[in-house]
């Protein structure tokens, strides 16, 4: 019995995106860099060279990896971001960036997170409008999901 109830937590929990994964106590920790210009750009240049291969250059996504320009990436808490980073989403394809210094993984999460004014910003302004003005929920909006 203890099997079978393992198992139906582990396909619950499969299709969360990762970000819901992240366990409640690593969702209480703060970003050291948030608002860091430099950290952001910095950030830029590690998410072109580590993870722009998966999920585009202008993180619209590709092939099944998920675009990460949403509300949800920008609006996460910093520290399950760091969570998917570190851990990786194996059964979605993410490896683990544990390889990565703590440093280089917050500076990634700035750049995702601190670039709501950047290039993308017409993707996140249409997401937040789609919530403005009809106080839906991301899913009914047909916003990606992870």
């Not at 949800?72 to 490896?95: E, T």
């Not at 409008?129 to 009914?140: G, I, M, P, V, W």
């Amino acid at each position: 019995m203890k099997g079978l109830w393992c198992f139906v937590l582990t396909v619950a929990a499969w299709g969360q995106n990762p970000v819901q994964r992240a366990p409640a106590k690593v969702t209480s920790l703060r970003n050291p860099m948030e608002g860091d210009e430099r950290a952001r750009q910095a950030g830029a240049k590690l998410y072109a060279r580590e993870c722009a291969a998966c999920h585009g250059s202008q993180r619209q996504g590709l092939g099944t990896a998920p675009p990460l320009r949403r509300v949800d990436i920008y609006r996460a808490p910093a520290g399950a971001l760091f969570w998917v980073l570190r851990n990786g989403s194996l059964h979605r394809g993410m490896p683990s960036f544990a390889h990565l210094p703590e440093p280089q993984r917050w500076q990634i999460i700035t750049f995702l997170q601190g670039a709501a004014g950047a290039p993308l910003a017409p993707h996140f302004q249409e997401e937040r409008r789609c919530e403005e003005l009809t106080r839906c929920k991301l899913e009914s909006c047909n916003v990606p999901s992870f």
